[in-house]
């Protein structure tokens, strides 16, 4: 089975950083695009920022120049610096793949098990 598997959150004052990683690994054949979603308390889930295999980037409003996704395509693996964080970046932040498995003629999303960032003020 396909996993996706993230790490780096926690707590962190106004003005900080932190840099979130997701891993992709199991029978994958390709990874078409990766990306990170945001759920706060009482709030529906929001793409925050997504990049193609290519390297082409997406961000949400809120986080353009101060947050940067990148990517490692020979390591299945994505990355989100965020700087400058605010409170209102307080959140769990999903990571998402879209795969296309070994032998299967389609992509599926996968979803990590979320990784919490708090912002203190």
């Known amino acids: 089975q396909v996993q996706v598997v993230e790490s780096g959150g926690g707590l962190v004052q106004a003005g900080g950083s932190l840099r979130l990683s997701c891993a992709a690994s199991g029978p994958i054949f390709s990874i078409n695009s990766m990306g990170w979603y945001r759920q706060a308390p009482g709030k529906q889930r929001e793409l925050v920022a997504a990049?193609?295999?290519?390297?082409?980037?997406t961000y949400e409003d809120s986080v353009k120049g101060r947050f940067t996704i990148s990517r490692d395509n020979a390591k299945n693996t994505v990355y989100l610096q965020m700087d400058s964080l605010k409170p209102e970046d307080t959140a769990v932040y999903y990571c998402n793949a879209r795969v296309r498995r070994v032998l299967i003629t389609r992509d599926y999303d996968y979803w990590g098990q979320g990784t919490q960032v708090t912002v203190s003020s």
């Open positions: 990049i193609s295999n290519a390297g082409t980037t």
